[in-house]
């Protein structure tokens, strides 16, 4: 079974249509939103959809997808953002590696749900990236086996660049798989932000941190709704 982790906090707007594409889905899945302190209907509205379950936690993506792992059944554990639509087939691609031993993690291709030539760039750099790194980024939908996760301690619970951390966990243990499918995220954040403004920030915080710097808080981001 696939276990579905997606951190949320005030998602009324994006998670139901996240929440349809992965009801699309074929296969055995359960779905588990861990909320982070939301004021506005999301609890509710991920209550209302089949098989998904809805957790508190205290605020931080971290802190959130560990809870919620934690509450997972499945050997398969994906990490979905809640602004992030799954592609037909997902979990019909990692149930294939069930009895494949030497996969033990992978993720996904990224574009943005806009067509805007600067966000197609901006994918294309990343999937070619992670082509060569296999570091996955969080809205890359990673997915691991939950012995591996659980042996690994889970996502450092730092305020920015947890997924990054995490796979670099990951990459000291096993060689994650980039499945040839995309994932697709609402460009609404990062229109919102300034596209190249949007990459600026996330350029420097990923160079603070390869090059050993303090890295900008998550409030260097605006939240956007």
Not at 36 to 57: E, H, M, Y
Not at 73 to 89: C, K, M, N, V
Not at 120 to 132: L, P
Not at 152 to 160: A, D, H, I, T
Request: proline share 5%.
């Amino acid at each position: 079974m696939i276990s579905v982790v997606i951190p949320v906090l005030n998602e009324r707007k994006t998670l139901p249509d996240t929440l349809r594409a992965i009801s699309r889905q074929s296969g055995e899945y359960e779905v588990i939103v861990a909320d982070g302190g939301s004021d506005d209907d999301t609890r509710q509205i991920a209550g209302s959809f089949p098989k998904t379950s809805v957790l508190s936690a205290p605020r931080g993506r971290a802190i959130q997808m560990n809870a919620g792992a934690a509450a997972a059944r499945g050997e398969w554990l994906l990490f979905l953002h809640a602004d992030t639509h799954l592609p037909g087939g997902a979990f019909d691609s990692i149930s294939a590696f069930d009895a494949n031993p030497c996969v033990q993690a992978g993720g996904f291709r990224h574009r943005f749900s806009d067509e805007n030539r600067r966000l197609r760039c901006i994918s294309w750099i990343n999937n070619r990236r992670c082509a060569r790194t296999r570091v996955m980024y969080g809205d890359q939908s990673p997915f691991v086996r939950r012995a591996l996760f659980e042996r690994l301690g889970g996502f450092p619970e730092e305020p920015v660049l947890e997924d990054v951390l995490f796979m670099e966990k990951l990459l000291q243990v096993t060689h994650p798989v980039l499945l040839s499918q995309h994932v697709v995220t609402d460009s609404r954040r990062f229109r919102q932000h300034g596209i190249l403004r949007g990459f600026g920030r996330v350029f420097l915080i990923l160079s603070c941190h390869k090059l050993g710097l303090n890295v900008p808080s998550r409030k260097f981001f605006a939240e956007v709704r």
